[in-house]
């Protein structure tokens, strides 16, 4: 799928790469749109683990670094994530497919993105109720970090936009800045 796109990929050459036969691969997914929502299920757990990780890091340490700092190693981890060309590609194939697989759509956003926010707003009530932060809704406040620290890679690598790392880390540092600014208790 991800050197394919969906249309182009075949269960046989799915087999043929994966070594075994067509039968293996049916027995273990009923047809090419299972296969498809295995794979997005591998990249979303693989996305998700960093961000879990460290929002757990966070709690169970938190006077370990600045909150900045804490943003800042988050943000990278995620944009690193978000780069990957493997990421790109499942993403890009799923842009394309959201139509004839709403379901899927659905499943990214929910399991993908929607886990993703609501990890974070657990770290944001529990830096709320430490006195650290001041927001009024932790999942708006999640997502707005998402956003702002995801959002411009995305739009550049869905299309395929060469990345500027210097601007990216800029971008990052103000993105983090402003944010954690914005959020501190008055």
């Known amino acids: 799928f991800m050197e394919r796109g969906f249309d182009a990929t075949t269960i046989d050459a799915v087999a043929e790469e994966a070594r075994v036969s067509k039968l293996t691969v049916y027995s273990r997914y009923?047809?090419?749109?299972?296969?498809?929502?295995?794979?997005?299920r591998r990249?979303?757990?693989?996305?998700?683990?960093?961000?879990?990780h460290g929002v757990e890091e966070r709690r169970n340490n938190p006077s370990n670094g600045s909150l900045e700092n804490w943003f800042?190693?988050?943000?990278?981890?995620?944009?690193?994530?978000g780069i990957r060309p493997e990421v790109i590609a499942i993403m890009r194939t799923l842009s394309f497919q959201a139509a004839n697989f709403p379901d899927l759509?659905?499943?990214?956003?929910?399991?993908g993105w929607g886990r993703a926010v609501a990890t974070l707003a657990r770290l944001f009530d529990h830096l709320i109720e430490?006195?650290?932060?001041?927001?009024p809704d932790s999942m708006v406040a999640a997502e707005t970090f998402l956003n702002i620290v995801v959002g411009p890679l995305?739009?550049?690598?869905?299309f395929g936009i060469p990345i500027d790392e210097k601007y990216r880390?800029?971008?990052?540092?103000l993105a983090v800045k402003l944010f954690?600014?914005?959020?501190?208790?008055?």
């Open 130 to 135: 430490q006195g650290l932060v001041r927001v």
């Open 43 to 52: 990249e979303i757990e693989r996305w998700m683990a960093p961000l879990s």
């Open 105 to 111: 759509a659905r499943l990214a956003h929910e399991e």
């Open 72 to 81: 800042l190693n988050i943000g990278r981890q995620v944009q690193e994530i």
């Open 169 to 173: 880390e800029r971008q990052l540092r």
């Open 154 to 158: 995305t739009r550049l690598t869905m």
């Open 180 to 186: 954690v600014n914005g959020i501190k208790p008055v």
């Open 30 to 40: 009923t047809d090419k749109r299972g296969l498809f929502e295995a794979a997005l």
